[in-house]
């Protein structure tokens, strides 16, 4: 069940985006920018949801694909798919992330009354990644914790798993 | 407080007339001659700031900004060394004039020459002949103390809020940098006092220069503590009383206890404390008890004007912001110089010999620019290693062990980030020397070794990286306690006996330590890890020998520098990699018939009677196979300075400089991979940790 707090901590203007049909909500403060897909160069023995870093002006950002980290199927890019650049700040600095969205819709204003809970899907879904969801009028919004997706900690939780099954064959 | 400053700017004057006498005679400038402009046009530029005195702060200024362009031992073109001259001259003025009136001369004609000479010069130059500094007009009947109260007022009710607050914490930050050079020059100074008595006079220099520093930014309670400590200090040199081992442990602590406070003023806390009253209590309790004659030491020295003043290297300060910005800079610009020639290829024109002439310039000035980048991100081990001695001074009190510390290759250079981040593992390597190697005193006779133990630390350049070594002449590492704790940690399993060199690797590993007692300097199971963590975060790695019963010698090899390296664009099926050309051996196209395999699927090739395994670089990362194998493929053979492996991969590109870029903390620790490059198409490429890959690879083979 969502606290009050979680209501306020993903209530607020929120970046809306579209991933599998589905539409999402980022805190529009997390979000530095939105730039088109590119090429991404991919680095080698990390989990698969990871796709790569890019070049965004002299900076090497990391690019992470959603709808693998939410286990969904994968799709190929299409004209609208773009990239979102994240923002966070750690000790060391200011970090930028990249997440690909099948579309970016628009910006909106959620307030705390129109938030509701996660559902309660049971222990074999991870919904952890969603703090609450904003509806609209009909519409609903999966309102995402982005302290959850730039969790880089979590992230090679995953590989230590999808590794040891790849290493395998040598020359 | 402007007596003070007049005291310090005739000695700094009169050095700088000599080093102006022999630059106006034809001789190049020396680098002591430069580092006395430096100090002069330092002094000059804060006098105007604490004191309000515009010309002086524009002249000193000037001088520093052109000072740091100065190359030693060059001979300067005419126009800089008249302008030095000018600026020294109209100084002295301005001083003579402030002296009597208590007011600066206008000297319209001076800084009219100065400021065509800096025009002519190219350097930025504020027309001072119309600024009038409300603070000049003060009358002489106030005091220098409450001039200056009144001067700091004005100067920050004219300035903006925001203006203001800039410029305080400017000054603080001046006061910061200064202070904590003194403090490390003082705790040198000291702990080098027992052999080399002569050091009393620059450890009075450095106290009478915290004084007034202090005293210039009001910070009461330093000045007094720094003013008492002077005074004994004095007493020392006038033959009225005799250092002991006992007054300088008393010193450290006050240097000890200064550092605590010029920390919390740069985090901009109080510079007042309550500590102050005690530490003058203790300070006059010394000073009756230094009157009694006590267990001689030192000789009081009597003052030696022939002591060597402390060797400076002429070390410029930079922020780290500038600097990085420069280093992002001048990445950007190789990347600029890339893309012309990468047009050149694309569209041959008309003058092709004069757009190769510009290219080739474009190449000159971007690796000056690049090679002068990187220098000033250098800095020598000297600072690092510094700090060393103290503390095995410390460990020496608290263990009983005598101890003998002997630091060699301070000169060597290294990143600014190596030196930060090597301070870590340096300590944790000298204490763990300390307390598992040296053995106690008695012990050692028994063995038939001297009493003292030996820590040698040393500093060099090898192979393009960096190494720094530190040994011990202990008893060496006891392997069957390392392989029991690695047992019993699970890292080595129950049945196997692994090589000699990754049983003791094992150390590094989080908690584990061999000390059989939990003593007080190390042995709680942390440490050593400290040191692999850090060194791998400099894309370094550490080596460890040890013979038992003779000591232990860890070795950390660094690469020269995190910034620039000389790679080379390698294929594997659709991706590329920079592999470093430093790591690179030998290329060449190999038969079929000379590969062999092993039983289980290993591959290896002969080289000039060595064997040496084969690894296809797209399996190792995982890279999608589209091409199909070929009678002859190409082999890369790289090694980390002792183990060699031979890479399989579908094509050379050519090389390159590339600027090294972080992953990122999330990605940093990838094997294999040391970070990323972006290149001539803006695409960003990985640039292949050699160590790392060929500890992998190796991991697999045994």
Not at chain 2, 40 to 67: E, K, P, T, Y
Not at chain 2, 347 to 356: I, L, M, S
Not at chain 2, 491 to 498: D, F, K, Q, R, S
Request: with cysteine; net charge negative.
């Amino acid at each position: 069940m969502a606290t009050n707090e979680t209501n306020m901590n993903v209530a607020g203007k929120n970046l809306t985006f579209k991933l599998n049909g589905e539409e999402y909500g980022l805190p529009i403060a997390a979000v530095q920018e939105i730039i088109r897909w590119q090429e991404i160069t991919r680095v080698p023995r990390v989990p698969n949801f990871i796709l790569g870093v890019i070049n965004l002006r002299g900076r090497v950002v990391p690019v992470l694909d959603l709808r693998r980290r939410f286990g969904l199927p994968p799709a190929p890019p299409q004209s609208r798919t773009c990239i979102i650049i994240l923002q966070s700040v750690h000790e060391t600095g200011q970090i930028l992330t990249g997440i690909v969205a099948d579309e970016v819709t628009e910006v909106v204003e959620i307030l705390p009354e129109q938030v509701g809970a996660p559902p309660e899907l049971g222990s074999r879904v991870d919904i952890t990644f969603v703090g609450g969801v904003g509806q609209l009028g009909a519409r609903v919004i999966l309102l995402l914790r982005v302290d959850k997706i730039l969790d880089s900690n979590e992230w090679f939780v995953v590989e230590q798993m999808t590794q040891t099954e790849k290493e395998n064959s040598y020359a | 407080m402007v007596r003070a400053f007049l005291a310090e700017y005739r000695e700094a004057a009169e050095s700088v007339s000599k080093t102006l006498a022999a630059l106006e005679a034809g001789q190049p400038l020396t680098t002591e001659g430069r580092h006395g402009l430096c100090r002069l046009a330092h002094m000059l530029r804060n006098a105007g700031l604490f004191l309000g005195f515009v010309r002086l702060a524009a002249i000193g200024r000037l001088l520093s900004d052109f000072g740091p362009d100065i190359v030693p031992d060059t001979i300067l073109p005419a126009t800089q060394i008249r302008l030095l001259v000018a600026g020294c001259e109209t100084a002295g003025k301005l001083i003579s004039g402030i002296e009597t009136t208590g007011q600066e001369p206008a000297l319209v004609t001076e800084l009219q020459t100065i400021g065509d000479l800096a025009h002519e010069l190219g350097l930025p130059w504020e027309d001072t002949a119309n600024l009038e500094w409300p603070a000049t007009k003060l009358t002489n009947e106030l005091s220098d103390e409450e001039k200056i109260t009144r001067l700091l007022q004005e100067d920050l009710a004219v300035a903006s809020p925001k203006k203001k607050s800039a410029a305080a914490a400017d000054m603080i930050a001046i006061f910061v940098q200064d202070a904590e050079e003194i403090l490390d020059h003082t705790e040198q100074d000291l702990l080098r006092l027992e052999r080399e008595p002569a050091r009393l006079n620059e450890l009075l220099r450095h106290f009478h220069t915290l004084k007034g520093n202090s005293g210039l930014m009001g910070f009461d309670g330093l000045q007094q503590v720094s003013h008492r400590l002077e005074n004994i200090l004095q007493a020392f040199r006038d033959g009225q009383a005799t250092v002991t081992a006992e007054h300088i442990r008393f010193f450290l602590e006050a240097v000890d206890a200064l550092r605590r406070r010029v920390a919390v003023i740069a985090k901009g806390g109080s510079a007042e404390s309550d500590e102050d009253a005690l530490w003058l209590e203790r300070i006059d309790a010394l000073r009756h008890e230094a009157a009694k004659p006590k267990e001689k030491i030192v000789p009081a020295s009597k003052p030696e004007p022939a002591a060597a003043p402390a060797v400076s290297r002429g070390n410029l300060r930079v922020s780290v912001e500038r600097l990085d910005y420069l280093n992002d800079l001048s990445g950007e610009l190789v990347i600029a110089a890339a893309m012309v020639h990468h047009m050149s290829e694309c569209r041959p024109g008309a003058d092709v010999e004069q757009f190769n002439r510009a290219l080739h310039r474009l190449d000159l000035i971007t690796s000056e620019l690049q090679d002068t980048v990187m220098a000033a991100r250098m800095v020598p081990v000297e600072t690092t290693f510094r700090r060393l001695t103290r503390l095995v001074r410390e460990l020496s009190d608290k263990t009983g062990k005598p101890l003998d510390l002997q630091l060699t290759g301070m000169e060597t250079e290294v990143d600014r980030r190596v030196a930060e981040l090597m301070v870590d593992p340096l300590v944790h390597m000298v204490r763990n020397a300390v307390d598992h190697g040296i053995e106690p005193a008695a012990e050692r006779r028994k063995a038939g070794k001297p009493a003292t133990g030996s820590i040698r630390i040393e500093a060099m350049h090898r192979a393009g990286e960096v190494w720094i070594v530190v040994s011990d002449d202990g008893r060496g590492l006891q392997r069957e306690k390392i392989l029991a704790k690695a047992r019993e940690r699970g890292l080595v399993g129950g049945a196997t006996t692994p090589a000699d060199e990754d049983l003791l690797a094992v150390i590094f590993e989080p908690g584990v330590s061999t000390a059989e007692t939990v003593t007080e300097v190390s042995g709680r199971g942390v440490g050593l890890d400290v040191v692999k963590r850090n060194v791998e975060r400099l894309r370094g790695r550490v080596e460890v020998a040890s013979t038992p019963g003779q000591g232990t010698v860890l070795t950390v090899k660094l690469p020269l520098t995190l910034a620039v390296i000389h790679g080379m664009l390698v294929r594997a099926e659709a991706e590329q990699y920079v592999l470093p050309i430093l790591a690179i051996r030998e290329s060449f196209q190999l038969e079929s018939a000379n590969r062999h395999r092993t039983p289980g699927q290993g591959e290896f090739i002969v080289v000039r009677g060595e064997t040496i395994p084969l690894f296809r670089l797209a399996n190792l990362f995982h890279i999608e196979r589209n091409s199909s194998p070929s009678a002859a493929e190409l082999v890369t053979v790289i090694e980390d300075g002792e183990r060699r492996v031979a890479l399989l991969l579908d094509e050379l590109l050519g090389q390159q400089r590339v600027v090294v870029k972080s992953l990122g903390d999330a990605l940093s620790r990838i094997p294999g991979v040391a970070g990323a490059s972006i290149l001539m198409d803006g695409r960003v490429r990985l640039i292949l940790d050699v160590p790392s890959l060929i500890r992998t690879v190796h991991g697999r083979v045994t």
